[in-house]
């Protein structure tokens, strides 16, 4: 069976930073995509983060990029590193793994940013 977990989560003040990590079972993430989103309360879920395979190419919105970083750790473990986090960064982070037709969430680990 495969599971996506993700961990790390936290409460943290503004201008603090967290690492998230996203490690699978059952599966082999070398050849998948990866992605994190988080999803604010009250709103939709948006991608903060990608990797690409093989290749490794990753890309951000402009609302992160510069302070989050993805990276695969191994074939099966994925992190997102999260530096200067502000209010707006709070939400529930998911890692999602998908291609041609296969797709697996996490559960989510909740993100807190404040005073």
């Known amino acids: 069976q495969v599971q996506l977990v993700e961990s790390g989560g936290g409460l943290v003040q503004p201008g603090g930073s967290l690492l998230l990590s996203c490690v699978a079972t059952g599966v082999s993430l070398s050849s998948f995509p990866m992605r994190w989103y988080r999803q604010a309360p009250g709103k939709e879920r948006e991608y903060v983060a990608i990797s690409s395979a093989p290749s490794g190419v990753t890309n951000y919105p402009d609302s992160v990029r510069g302070r989050f970083t993805i990276a695969r750790v191994n074939e099966t473990m994925v992190t997102l590193q999260m530096n200067d986090l502000k209010p707006e960064d709070t939400g529930v982070y998911f890692c999602?793994?998908?291609?041609?037709?296969?797709?697996?969430w996490g559960q989510g680990t909740l993100v807190t940013v404040s005073t």
């Open positions: 999602n793994a998908r291609k041609r037709g296969f797709e697996y």
